[in-house]
């Protein structure tokens, strides 16, 4: 079973950046599409940024394309998130997981959830 821990989030003003990091367990990480996720309060959790097991492709959701940039360090079975130009529409919680695309769309592999690391940002 692949164990998923983010952490990396906090409290920035909106024009600031944070690194997000899941570091995960299991053999099989650097064969999985690997993706970031986020659900904000009273809201579905969403689609926000994907990258291929090799780390050759990558896929951001359209409300984010241009400030935030996902990679991966097969080694250190870790997957990053770096998020500049942060705006406050960018407060969610925010997890890990891996990714399929389904119809178009990407969704959860697994079922089960890490924690989530809490992004907010400040007008």
């Known amino acids: 079973q692949v164990q998923l821990v983010e952490s990396g989030g906090g409290l920035v003003q909106a024009g600031g950046s944070l690194r997000l990091s899941c570091a995960t367990s299991?053999?099989?990480?650097?064969?999985?599409?690997m993706g970031w996720f986020r659900q904000a309060p009273g809201k579905e959790r969403e689609f926000v940024a994907v990258?291929?097991?090799?780390?050759?492709?990558?896929y951001y959701a359209d409300s984010v394309k241009g400030r935030f940039a996902i990679s991966r360090d097969n080694a250190k079975n870790t997957v990053y998130l770096q998020m500049n130009s942060l705006k406050p529409e960018d407060t969610a919680v925010y997890y890990c997981?891996?990714?399929?695309?389904?119809?178009?769309?990407?969704?959860?592999?697994?079922?089960?959830w890490g924690q989530g690391t809490q992004v907010t940002v400040s007008s």
């Open positions: 299991g053999r099989i990480f650097s064969s999985l599409t």
């Open positions: 990258i291929s097991w090799n780390g050759g492709s990558t």
């Open positions: 997981n891996a990714a399929r695309n389904v119809g178009g769309s990407w969704h959860p592999v697994f079922g089960s």
